[in-house]
């Protein structure tokens, strides 16, 4: 069975401050894809990163950089110098052979001004 | 624009009253999905559908039916709705297989009460 695991309910932090959300999965694929979404209070999902099974690079994208481990089966997202417009739920999630997307329960960020 | 819509965006109804919530696509899009958010559990898979008149049950499909009868149309319907069907639902869609081949698109949410 495909499993997503965000042990973080919720996170606070002071803005500026770099806050790492974690996300461990669970798969017997080989080929898998593991996202990361977006849902700040207006409701809509934002899609944020797609990453597949072969690919252990780090990603980059601005203040956002993404940590995928295989080891560890885990696929940390780390957000660089927080801003107050990054409060939102994010949730990790994970697609594997069975074309269904299991997602984790979501962690609340919370940045203050 | 590329986009999913759904409709109604917002419903409170009675325990028992048929409802219907449309979804369309107009991406040409393959894969359709159903999914259902409830506090501290993410998203869960209701129904998807890989293409016209081919669904198939997600994680919660209990109390819920769909139709694909046209490629752009993803309906869900609740015959009989019971106050544990409360929640927030969004519809996707995306192209070919779906999540694992390309990223969803998903619609703006319908937030439905059952009384």
């Known amino acids: 069975a495909q499993k997503v695991t965000q042990a973080q309910t919720e996170i606070s932090v002071v803005e500026k401050e770099d806050v790492t959300l974690d996300c461990v999965y669970e798969?017997?694929?080989?080929?898998?894809?593991l996202f990361w979404y977006k849902q700040p209070p207006s409701g809509e999902l934002v899609f944020l990163i797609r990453r597949n099974s072969f690919d252990e690079q780090n990603e980059i994208s601005g203040r956002y950089s993404w940590n995928f481990q295989k080891s560890t089966s885990s696929f940390n997202f780390t957000i660089t110098a927080s801003q107050v417009v990054d409060s939102a739920v994010y949730f990790c999630?994970?697609?594997?052979?069975?074309?269904?997307?299991?997602w984790g329960a979501g962690t609340k960020l919370i940045i203050k001004p | 624009e590329a986009q999913v819509t759904q409709n109604p965006r917002y419903l409170i109804t009675v325990t028992g009253k048929k409802l219907t919530v449309t979804c369309s696509q107009n991406?040409?899009?393959?894969?359709m999905s159903w999914y259902r958010q409830d506090p501290g559990l993410g998203l869960r898979q209701i129904y998807y559908s890989m293409n016209v008149e081919v669904t198939d049950k997600g994680d919660v499909p209990e109390g819920y039916k769909v139709s694909r009868k046209e490629k752009r149309n993803f309906p869900l319907i609740l015959e009989s709705p019971s106050p544990n069907q409360t929640s927030l639902y969004f519809c996707?869609?995306?192209?070919?297989?779906?999540?694992?081949?390309?990223?969803?698109?998903f619609g703006p949410g319908t937030r439905l009460t059952v009384l």
């Open positions: 991406m040409n899009h393959e894969y």
């Open positions: 996707a869609s995306s192209s070919y297989r779906g999540p694992s081949t390309d990223t969803q698109y």
């Open positions: 999630a994970l697609s594997g052979s069975n074309y269904q997307l299991i």
């Open positions: 798969t017997r694929d080989t080929t898998y894809y």
